[in-house]
């Protein structure tokens, strides 16, 4: 199978991210639970993920690297630890349902939306500066869409916030792993990261960089300070009750290393080399509208399209079953479809890793080239 669907999951994985999870399944315990090898061990493991991630990413001290299941879950402690009954809350017109829901669920929350045309990255900075205004109580913003690969202005986004003396939280769940992101540099309160994308680390496993005080979602055991019944009031160990994903962590790790050694530049560079050609070779086909931006640097390796005659998901399948994967459907995100004018239709996306190939651009275009057609 040609896969391209990387914004869900990296399904290719530097192999020693199965090595070192299948190497802990075997020989690590829970950290913290003990002072035997097995639990020394993977103390050791996550500590050392904690180190690789805060030096990737630019995070004063390792304890400030959270682990969580995923995006969403960082991006619930983020927004439940800032966001009160009656806040109003600033987001961009192309946040994922993992921002909006929520939100929605805080009572009586007022969500201002920056939106702006698809690609126009000065047009959304404008109507960031005009709608941070003195009664919004936090911004969050994602870095990519994760159903265009627009790459919002966020360097500019969060300089607003840290003039106006408003928290900022970041969704980088399509650009953490491609692209530099630096915690010390945005002055964010929270970045929240999938371990499964762009990290290419195990399903289950999360990344949430904190600089700002914390309300946890879950209580429990933690391994320090046991007699008291409260949660400490530290990090990590306040946001990380009961026994981690070692196996994950194990994995996620090896994610990072690989990522440190290729750069996440060179991976931007080649996912966008690969979108550009995509986009390319689709835009050549009648009836095929494509999603591409016409300056490259607002766009990362994220593409997508509709067929003229076809429903998406009609184009999903057929290409599924031609062996190609990619996604279709509104992806999750239906606020960004309603910035772009998508809403009622969706698009068919498409997604790259380090590891696709131009030979899978040229084999998807072909696939839709054949595809059959309502006249």
Excluded: W
Excluded at 116 to 141: A, K, N
Excluded at 178 to 192: G, K, N, T
Excluded at 341 to 368: I, P, Q, W
């Amino acid at each position: 199978m040609i896969y391209l669907d990387a914004a869900a999951t990296t399904l290719q994985k530097p192999s020693a991210v199965a090595r070192a999870s299948g190497y802990a399944m075997g020989h690590m315990a829970s950290p913290g639970r003990g002072g035997h090898p097995p639990a020394m061990l993977a103390a050791d493991t996550v500590f050392a993920c904690r180190e690789r991630a805060a030096e990737l990413f630019h995070v004063r001290e390792p304890d400030d690297v959270v682990f969580t299941m995923n995006a969403t879950h960082g991006l619930n402690i983020a927004i439940k630890s800032i966001v009160k009954p009656g806040d109003t809350v600033l987001i961009s017109g192309y946040e994922h349902n993992a921002v909006t829901r929520p939100l929605a669920a805080i009572p009586n929350v007022r969500v201002k939306v920056a939106t702006s045309r698809l690609f126009d990255p000065q047009e959304i900075l404008r109507q960031f500066r005009e709608q941070l205004t003195s009664e919004v109580d936090c911004v969050i913003c994602n870095h990519v869409s994760n159903v265009f690969g627009y790459v919002l202005p966020v360097v500019e986004i969060a300089d607003l916030c840290a003039g106006r003396g408003v928290p900022f939280v970041l969704d980088a769940s399509q650009s953490a792993g491609s692209m530099p992101i630096y915690m010390d540099q945005l002055r964010a309160s929270f970045i929240a990261m999938p371990g499964h994308k762009g990290l290419y680390g195990p399903q289950g496993t999360g990344i949430l960089l904190c600089d700002h005080e914390v309300i946890p979602l879950l209580e429990g055991g933690t391994g320090s300070l046991s007699a008291r019944q409260e949660m400490p009031d530290f990090l990590p160990d306040r946001l990380e009750a009961g026994t981690q994903n070692v196996t994950g962590i194990a994995g996620l790790l090896e994610g990072l290393r690989f990522i440190q050694r290729k750069s996440p530049e060179v991976i931007l560079n080649h996912e966008r080399f690969l979108a550009a050609r995509c986009a390319d070779a689709l835009s050549a086909l009648p009836g095929v509208r494509v999603f591409a931006a016409p300056r490259l640097f607002c766009q990362a390796g994220v593409l997508s399209f509709q067929v003229d005659g076809m429903d998406c998901e009609d184009v999903g399948q057929a290409l599924g079953e031609q062996g190609i994967a990619v996604r279709s459907g509104l992806h999750c995100a239906p606020l960004a479809h309603r910035s772009a004018g998508t809403l009622d239709v969706g698009t068919v996306r498409v997604s790259f890793s380090a590891f696709n190939s131009s030979g899978d651009v040229d084999a998807l275009a072909g696939a839709v080239a054949r595809l059959p057609r309502r006249q």
